[in-house]
C-alpha cells in the first residue's frame, strides 16, 4: 500500500534531550513537510523540502532541524533548543506539480511529551 | 497574502440532519481550497478540493463544498450527518505556487448527537 508512515506513534523525552521523528513515503512525492500541531489550533509549518537534499524553513524552525537525503525521508529532530517541544507533530508530502497547489497527504502522527 | 478563516469554531447536529461548516478566505491570487479532516490522535485525511474546474466539488464520504469567489467563501456540507462525521475539520487554502505550501483555518469541531 502506498503512503506515509510516521514512527513512532508516542514519544517520551526528557528535558533537554535531542529527539528525531521518522518521516517515511512511498508516493514518489518530491515535496515533503513537517507540521506541529496544538490542542485547538490550526497546524503550523516547521520546514519543508521540495527536492533531496534541499530544504527551507517554515513558519516556526526555531528550535529543530531537519535533513532529506533520501526522497522517501524526512526525519525531524526536535532539539534542546526548542522551549515548548510538548506536541502533535505531522509529517506530509506532496506530487509538486508545474502550477503548485497540490493537495498533501499526510502521516498518522506522532505524539511527543517532554517533561 | 493568503488566509482563510472558519466562522466557527464548534458545531453540534442531530445525526441525520444537515451539516454546514463554513470557512472564508482572503486571496491574491486564484487559490487552491480543501477541506481536511481529523479524527482524534490521527493524521489528517482530504475530503475534498478545488482547483478552478467547477465550482460545486463533491468528495467523499457524501461531503461537498461550492466555491463562491464573489462571496470569497468555500462552504463544507453533508445533507446527512452520520455519527462517524464527528471529527475535526479544517479549511485550507494553497497559493498555486512552487513551493505548495498550506494555510490552515484554525479548525471546526464538528458534534453529532444520537
Known amino acids: 500500500d502506498g503512503g506515509i508512515t510516521q514512527s513512532p506513534k508516542y514519544l517520551f523525552r526528557k528535558e533537554g534531550q535531542n529527539v528525531t521523528l521518522s518521516c517515511e513515503q512511498n508516493?514518489?512525492?518530491?515535496?515533503m513537510y513537517w507540521y506541529r500541531q496544538d490542542p485547538g489550533q490550526g497546524l503550523r509549518l516547521i520546514y519543508y523540502s521540495q527536492i533531496v537534499n534541499d530544504f527551507q524553513k517554515g513558519d516556526i524552525a526555531e528550535g529543530y532541524s531537519v535533513s532529506r537525503e533520501k526522497k522517501e525521508s524526512f526525519p525531524l529532530t526536535v532539539t534542546s533548543a526548542q522551549k515548548n517541544p510538548t506536541a502533535f507533530y505531522l509529517c506530509?508530502?506532496?506530487?509538486?506539480?508545474?502550477?503548485?497547489?497540490?493537495?498533501?497527504?499526510f502521516g498518522p502522527g506522532t505524539r511527543l511529551t517532554v517533561t | 497574502a493568503q488566509s482563510v478563516t472558519q466562522l466557527d469554531s464548534h458545531v453540534s447536529v442531530s445525526e441525520g440532519t444537515p451539516v454546514l461548516l463554513r470557512c472564508n478566505y482572503s486571496s491574491s491570487y486564484s487559490p487552491s481550497l480543501f477541506w481536511y479532516v481529523q479524527h482524534p490522535n490521527k493524521g489528517l485525511q482530504l475530503l475534498l478540493k478545488y482547483t478552478s474546474a467547477a465550482t460545486l466539488v463533491k468528495g467523499i464520504n457524501g461531503f461537498e463544498a461550492e466555491f463562491k469567489k464573489s462571496e470569497t467563501s468555500f462552504h463544507l456540507t453533508k445533507p446527512s450527518a452520520h455519527m462517524s462525521d464527528a471529527a475535526e475539520y479544517f479549511c485550507?487554502?494553497?497559493?498555486?505556487?512552487?513551493?505548495?505550501?498550506?494555510?490552515f483555518g484554525q479548525g471546526t469541531t464538528l458534534q453529532v448527537k444520537p
Open positions: 506530509a508530502s506532496s506530487g509538486m506539480g508545474h502550477s503548485g497547489g497540490y493537495e498533501q497527504y
Open positions: 508516493l514518489n512525492h518530491d515535496a
Open positions: 485550507v487554502v494553497s497559493r498555486r505556487s512552487v513551493s505548495g505550501k498550506l494555510i
